[in-house]
């Protein structure tokens, strides 16, 4: 069973974007920036991705978690855990989607990952960091969208969905983000996250060579297929990895365990649960291509990016992530356990390394 919560992440404001509005309509050309406040996009009968009507008879939906992983790992019937703390089979983790987005936009992109991880880290590392971004952002999105569906309560409908529509509006700019999946964006300097790729060790055990976690306030997503673990801070900017590039250089050197991947993920998450800016960004819709801008993100204070660093904190972190008792992660006041580092030098573990 996989784990998604609403981790411990200090909420942001929503971030501030300007931009020139399109008009609604009801089907949407394939050219079109769609605007989540022109019309009603939320629910089966819109394209999750575009917002153009659904016939009723449609015969696409897209997979959140690409089929290819879930044949590979044998997810098809595990589970994952929703935000109400039920589960559901990873099958049936599927949205709206009409046939150019899912058959053309998004088969794209999937195919392009696919392939790359197949290979291995190196021809990740080598995919646009575009391709990237909008393949993590589809996934994290895609589950909140999965969310909406389903109801709270299954025995009260009453209760209204997981994912309520003015939650799900709160994601309006990543969402806009995504449309860069099938009309063209240009983002400057480069696109709105941290993206970092590790290698990782393949267990001989299969159910062990794939984890997904992600923080939904944070707007963060981090997955281990195989031999390549991918971690996106989705909105922050790019002010994660830049801030802390020779920390996770120096890790990146590894082979990972599976561990060793969940400690990674929680010292990312709690990296950028301590960024205390929101990036504000400009849209500019223009004839042939959306224009995003990203403003400095220190703006006019000398304030630094990142409040302090508290272990306290970090160790509640960690121990989410890599399920262990809080009292055993932090045995001591000015102690942490770590799979990563002992005595401050990286610990290279081996894949069936008990944990």
Known sequence: MKKRSKQKTKPKSPVKAKRKRSRPSDKRPDSALFSPDDMPQFGREFCFLCGCALPADRNTDEHVIPRWIQQRYDLWNQTLTLLNRTTIPYRQLTIPCCAPCNNVHLSKIESQVQVACDAGREAVLQLPSITLFLWAGKIFYGLLYREHLLNWSRSESDKGPIVPAEVLKRFRLHHQFLQAARIPFRFRPHVPASIFVYDTLEPMERKRCFDYWDNILGIGLSIRIGKVGIIVCLQDGGAVKYSFEKLYERIGKLKLHWMQFAEVT?????????????????????EDRVEVMLSPLGGLSGKPLFDKWDLGEYAKTLAFYVRYPEEQIQPQPDKVMSWLFHRGKLRQMQADDPA
């Open 266 to 286: 929680a010292r990312t998450f709690y990296d950028l649960s301590r960024f205390n800016r929101v990036p504000k960004f400009i849209l500019a819709e223009g």
